[in-house]
């Protein structure tokens, strides 16, 4: 049985909007799972630690088999794959990539390590933009409709790039 999933995307060293093009590609060969949309890529400022260079985000919508805490896994890798070392992180800071299950189906999942509905999705316009571009009926289990999220939310900041959007 297959999970109708969405996974956030965020980079902001190196050449972030390149990490983020080839971490959508990364999704697409995990076992089990299609990339079914992805979203344009957004220049975004900062958020939480602001002193920093801009993020480039993005969401791809998925359909996979795999369970959550293996698709978190697999996630988990990719971000490895492109240098990210979660154990030196600073809370907010600066990373090569950030890769956040954002929803795996209608489900609420809190185990540790892994929450779905993310915890702060309903919050953070950097998602709620992109994921209401390619679903927008989308629903936030315990919150409501995603895209009533996003028009409370201050987007002004957001500028979707009109080059390199991904393809699925």
Request: negative net charge; glycine residues 8%; charged residues 20%.
């Given at each position: ?16 909007p390149e990490?983020?093009?080839?971490a ?6 995990l ?39 293996a ?58 933009v992109?994921?209401?571009?390619i ?26 790039l ?7």
């Amino acid at each position: 049985m297959s999970e109708r999933c969405f996974v956030g995307l965020g980079a902001n060293l190196g050449n972030a909007p390149e990490a983020v093009l080839a971490a959508i590609g990364a999704i697409g060969r995990l076992p089990a799972t299609a990339v079914l949309r992805a979203s344009s890529l957004y220049r975004t400022p900062a958020w939480g630690l602001t002193a920093q260079p801009d993020f480039i985000n993005a969401v791809v919508m998925l359909d996979t088999a795999r369970e959550p805490l293996a698709l978190l896994e697999d996630l988990l890798a990719i971000e490895r794959d492109a240098g990210r070392d979660r154990s030196s992180a600073t809370r907010w800071g600066p990373r090569a990539l950030d890769l956040d299950l954002l929803l795996y189906g209608d489900h609420t999942i809190d185990v540790p390590g892994l929450h779905v509905p993310h915890p702060h999705l309903h919050e953070r316009a950097f998602v709620l933009v992109p994921l209401v571009e390619i679903a927008p009926d989308a629903h936030i289990p315990g919150v409501g409709p995603a895209r009533d999220c996003a028009a409370a939310m201050e987007s002004a900041g957001m500028q979707a790039l009109t080059y390199g959007a991904p393809s699925a």
